[in-house]
């Protein structure tokens, strides 16, 4: 016999007939003896319809009115599956957030979840009851002390589910849903899209939409940073579906449930070389030439940087072990005697990085890693950036300072900072799934001053207006005046307002510009044994050379190899991906 929360989505439970199959699925389970909390979303698009209610009255409701109609669409469905499951002969019964004490911080509309009180849940289990709660909704306490409804954002209904598992200590968290699970890639793309039997938190954070589109991030966070055993399956049948899995297992803390720590841990791993070739030939094959040559010769390539310049050629900068550098460098000058362009090998460097969960969507996490290494004095070669992490490369005399400072303005303990760990995800599958992240686009800043404190204070701008960059890119070359340029990815909707908000630092930088590229698309790989296999950038590069794609920009990160490609060529790119990895198989 086991705890189980289930949560059922707006699809699963959309007509009465559905709200019937669910209520025989939660009596099967019931029969095996199983303690059921059974989380459930509003009747299908009820969610929209009630906010299409509201804008048909106001182009700008105020949002606590709409915590409180939003709130309504989950309290039909949790009383209907409690008379459905009455009709079983089910004992059950319902709550609404402010009932089972779902606590949350008073943001309306994206309320995060301070604590769940499980006292009332516990005694009703006890009884024999199956609770069933009203996901994405709860209660804050106002400053005046009244309670008031609160939602947590659209799909929040999972995060309602495994914060309740946490709280709970429950043995599983099973989302139950109109897929079968997560898939290799979206399978509207890609036809032989696979399921894939389980995966890390850590590899569903890092593939961005493709995860978020089958599980609220937030929900996967939480799973994450609590070690909840969460599972993907379908409503409609009885496979096994997704297990999401995580290594971290973080007490329940002081802090709030989903308020906890969003960096869990530093890493600093020194004997680091950068090799930067700058005006290589802006066209496809050029980074699949020189990355398989590298694997070949058995060089383990870490993190990889390119971005296009003005005129066509690219600068292409990557990281290896200290020791690999002489080879690495003979491989690059051979390269480049064939294609032109110019080399910069320097050793000595250390690679600086964050990681947590919550990293992602809090741009003030990124900023806040620079600010505090450029008031050491510490310059940055090299950014690194992804979901769950943010790498820098600095100089490595600079490392075990620069590692005690960001230590401190994380507030992490010993146990969390860690010097020159061991290789990662031997064992693990190079390349797990792959996310196709349509609403990017592509800036540039040039000339911007290379000294300690410009990428921080470009991304604080960009954070303190709520926007997230990915993949920044730093130029290898420098223009006459020692400046360089910064390129990084942002999500379509954030350009006009990150215009906006460089405004007034590009007024302190004399010469400095923001252009905008052309309309792209990112591919990503994501796999957990990507550090422990050479090559796998390589033959990701080698896929679009095949397909005729030129890579408009790479960022790699540990998990995570990202193309940036033009927005014509994002579907061949996908496909083409997806086949070399052998996923569909
Ligand atoms: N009903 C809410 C929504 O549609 C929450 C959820 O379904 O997870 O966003
Ligand atoms: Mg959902």
Known sequence: MALLVQKFGGTSVGSVKRIQAVAKRVASSRELGHELVIVVSAMGHTTDELTCLAEAISSNPPQREMDMLLATGEQVSIALLSIALHELGVQ??????????????????????????????????????VVVVAGFQGTSLSSGGTAEITTLGRGGSDTSAVAL??????????????????LTTDPRKVADAKLMPSLSCDEMLELASLGAAVLHPRAVELAR?????????????????????SESKRSLGRDGLELGRPVDGVELVEGQAVLGLSHVPDQPGVAADLFEKLSNAGVNVDLIIQATHEGNSNDITFTVNEEELPKARTICMSVLSQMGGELLAQSGMSKLSISGAGIMGRPGIAATLFDTLSRKGINLRLIATSEVKVSCVIDKSLGPKGMRAVG??????????????????????????????????????????????TAAALCTALADAGISLDAIVQSERQQKDGSRDISFTLKKNDRQNAGKALAPLLAKWPGAQVEDGPEITRVSAVGAGMPATPGTAARMFRALAQAKINIAMIATSEIRTSCVVAKKDGLVALKAVHDCFKLGE
């Not at 598992?165 to 997560?182: F, N, R, W």
């Not at 061991?422 to 990017?440: H, K, S, T, Y």
């Open 92 to 129: 059950a019964i319902s709550m609404t957030g402010s009932q089972v004490g779902i606590v949350t911080e008073s943001s309306h509309g994206r309320a995060r979840i301070l604590e769940v009180k499980t006292e009332r849940i516990k005694n009703r289990l006890e009884e024999g009851y």
């Open 165 to 182: 598992a946490t709280a709970l200590s429950a043995d599983a968290c099973e989302i139950y849903t109109d897929v079968p699970g997560v």
């Open 225 to 245: 940073n609590y070690g909840v055993k969460l599972k993907v399956r379908s409503s409609w049948t009885n496979d096994p579906g997704t297990t999401l899995t």
């Open 408 to 453: 401190d303005a994380f507030e992490l303990d010993e146990h969390q900072i860690q010097v020159n760990p061991g290789a990662n995800g031997i064992g693990e599958p190079e390349v797990r799934g792959i996310a196709l992240d349509p609403d990017q686009a592509q800036v540039s800043v040039r000339g911007v001053p290379d000294k300690p404190g």
